[in-house]
């Protein structure tokens, strides 16, 4: 279909592209992007009561939190909601996360967002469930991703 999103577009050099299929025509030619594949967000919120919380989310969405512990901090992940509560000066660097992404690969990921200028600031590292990474966006605004894939070669 003409002018329709593609993955088989191909590039001015020939290359897989996701640009719409107008890509390359006439005297305009694009760089050639990776694609990151979304599969959900989650809002993360710190919090001083993590008990207190974790019921109202509960109760709020009818869902079970998942816990974990992680570099000090307490974590219920309640449907969309994961909710932190620690230490004063862990919580205050994961405030300065706008959100989680779930993606279906943190290495497509990293590729694409390096591609577009995004700075990666750390990772990708194991998770208790897979795998992320921190990026920061041109914009200044900056976003945890992660994926459920297992660590590669451990």
Not at 4 to 32: I, L, N, Q
Not at 50 to 70: D, K, M, N
Not at 113 to 129: D, K, R, S, Y
Request: proline share 6%.
């Amino acid at each position: 279909m003409p002018g329709s999103w593609s993955r088989t577009v191909k590039s001015c050099a020939g290359s897989e592209s996701w640009f719409p299929e107008v890509h390359g025509r006439g005297d305009r030619c694009f760089a050639t992007l990776t694609r990151m594949e979304i599969l959900g967000t989650t809002l993360r919120i710190c919090v001083d009561d993590l008990e207190t919380s974790v019921a109202f989310y509960e109760r709020l969405t009818g869902s079970p939190a998942l816990r974990f512990e992680r570099g000090g901090v307490s974590v219920a992940a309640v449907s969309c909601f994961l909710l932190m509560s620690g230490p004063a000066e862990e919580i205050e660097v994961l405030r300065k996360v706008t959100a989680t992404i779930a993606v279906k690969d943190v290495d497509e990921a990293f590729a694409a967002l390096t591609g577009v200028g995004a700075q990666v600031l750390a990772g990708p590292v194991p998770t208790p469930a897979g795998r992320n990474l921190i990026a920061v966006h041109p914009d200044g605004s900056v976003f945890e991703y992660v994926d459920r894939n297992p660590v590669r070669g451990g």
